[in-house]
């Protein structure tokens, strides 16, 4: 990595209940291999399925690294679409995690504004996913559980520049030689509209999905 090198940060979370090796992880690690194209490096992190270690550790990611986009990717079990979340919620944390804990007070941080939005507009990338004929969902609620927890306290840390993305556990879209390419597309349009929102080149854009999803 060169020091002109914009960092992307990639999550996915640790074992949870039947999934051994959650293919959220298997998607972050698909990336790394992948790539996210030439001035960017990608850090990937593995999160466990624990409120406080999870904070701890996207803590960490942000004083550390302090990446230009933080992407942190869960399932979403049921769903055979791909999922871009809005918004991360503080409160209503009252589902265990794999300790078997919750966030004090059911909060993510305390006093903190009851939603977050990121700095990265899902409503025109899921409208241009769908002309590609890509089964993508916009939704302003990730869920009240970790993923959710981490796509706050993320937001909260980075100031918006988070991401959260969940995807299928199974189908064919569950497959990561299918979805890392289409991820890959995604997040690097998100980048783009990070750098110049305004004046997306939407042609070379629409091209890149069109090839990530026949592939």
């Not at 996210?36 to 942000?62: C, M």
């Not at 504004?113 to 916009?138: A, E, F, Q």
């Not at 918006?160 to 995807?167: E, L, N, S, Y």
């Amino acid at each position: 990595m060169s020091q002109s090198d914009a960092v992307v940060v990639v999550t996915g979370f640790g074992p949870f209940r039947q999934y051994l090796i959650n293919p959220s992880w298997q998607a972050a690690q698909g990336l790394k291999m992948l790539g996210l194209g030439e001035g960017v490096d990608v850090y990937i992190k593995e999160l466990p399925v624990s409120y406080a270690k999870a904070q701890q550790l996207v803590s960490r990611i942000w004083e550390t690294v302090n990446p230009k986009l933080a992407i942190h990717i869960g399932i979403a079990p049921g769903s055979k679409a791909i999922t871009l979340e809005q918004s991360g919620k503080n409160h209503g944390y009252k589902d265990k995690d794999v300790c078997g804990c919750c966030p004090d007070g059911n909060v993510c941080v305390e006093g903190g504004p009851g939603k977050l939005d990121s700095v990265i507009d899902m409503k025109p990338l899921t409208r241009r996913l769908k002309d590609t004929g890509l089964d993508v969902i916009y939704s302003r609620d990730a869920g009240r559980y970790l993923c959710d927890f981490v796509y706050y306290y993320s937001l909260h840390i980075g100031k918006g520049r988070a991401v959260f993305i969940h995807v299928p556990a199974s189908g064919s879209l569950a497959n990561p030689e299918r979805l890392v390419p289409l991820l890959r597309t995604v997040i690097i349009m998100m980048l783009r509209q990070l750098e110049a929102p305004s004046h997306p080149d939407h042609d070379q854009l629409h091209a890149e999905l069109f090839n990530a999803v026949s592939t």
